[in-house]
């Protein structure tokens, strides 16, 4: 799969995580990326941000959408910062809806694809 662009990198991403296929998420970070899992927790490395994955997929079915992107890009490196709304339903049937903002950064493989470097999508509440 080619990855040409960073948004088209998240759209792929993003089609990945809503049919729960693990092994294509993973497939858009690199080995050492990091993924914040919740604000003041971090997922770092393939083998942890797996896991957190793995926690999402097993407890929540689940859909999310982008409504809005920008990206920056200045040679290998893209910075992606979107609008996005995430709905699901977890394994007792409670929902779960969330509205927020991720910064990615992203940056260009030796092949051309494009893999995250770093991935928060919870927004300002990280500051909290």
Do not use: C
């Not at 729960?20 to 083998?47: I, N, S």
């Amino acid at each position: 799969m080619n990855k040409r662009t960073p948004l088209e990198t998240i759209e792929l991403l993003d089609a990945a995580f809503n049919r729960g296929d693990l092994e294509a998420v993973l497939d858009f970070y690199e080995e050492t990326a990091m993924m914040v899992v919740q604000p003041r927790r971090l997922a770092t490395g393939k083998a942890e941000i797996r896991a957190a994955y793995e926690s999402i997929f097993a407890n929540l079915k689940r859909a999310a959408a982008q409504e809005k992107t920008h990206v920056i890009e200045t040679g290998d490196i893209a910075l992606f910062s979107s609008k996005w709304n995430f709905t699901g339903r977890f394994a007792n049937g409670d929902s779960a809806s969330r509205e927020s903002f991720a910064s990615v950064v992203l940056r260009r493989q030796a092949d051309g694809n494009w893999r995250i470097v770093a991935d928060k999508s919870w927004g300002p509440a990280i500051l909290d």
